[in-house]
């Protein structure tokens, strides 16, 4: 999941920053990411491939944990500077300087804000839940 993760951020951070598509692009793309995984995860659970995880160990739900607050960190420090750049932007364009640098830089920093609240919100959809291994037995698959 990190690795994915962080891939997919970087590629939608990345198609802004070579201006091949806008933050719009990149948010609309995060929402067809979110109804595809939705939809499969549906499918998943309408065939009974899903199963409820009543107790993870500790150490999967530390990992997790320390996951989850290290990913939301990024995107909280993500949808701030993107913030922040958009208001120098602004603050830049009523002061009659060049304002196009800074929305450049903020809209690099929301797309990887929203490429990261996506993958969360995704992640928490499937609270408690995984999918069934091949070992599993039949009564429970």
Same mark, same amino acid.
């Given at each position: ?25 990149? #948010? ?15 499918? #998943? ?30 995107? #909280? ?65």
């Amino acid at each position: 999941m990190f690795f994915t993760l962080t891939w997919a951020v970087g590629i939608g951070a990345y198609t802004v920053i070579i201006k091949a598509h806008r933050l719009s692009d990149t #948010l609309a793309a995060d929402a067809v990411a979110l109804i595809v995984a939705c939809a499969a995860s549906h499918f #998943l659970a309408r065939t009974g491939r899903i199963r409820a995880v009543i107790s993870p160990s500790a150490t999967r739900y530390t990992l997790r944990t320390v996951f989850v607050v290290l990913v939301g960190a990024a995107g #909280l420090a993500s949808l701030a500077l993107g913030v922040v750049q958009v208001l120098r932007g602004a603050s830049a364009h009523l002061n009659d300087e060049p304002a196009e640098w800074h929305l450049f830089l903020g809209s690099q920093w929301l797309a990887a804000a929203g490429s990261v609240a996506a993958a969360l919100l995704f992640w928490w959809t499937w609270h408690r839940l995984e999918s069934k291994r091949r070992g599993d037995p039949v009564s429970t698959r």
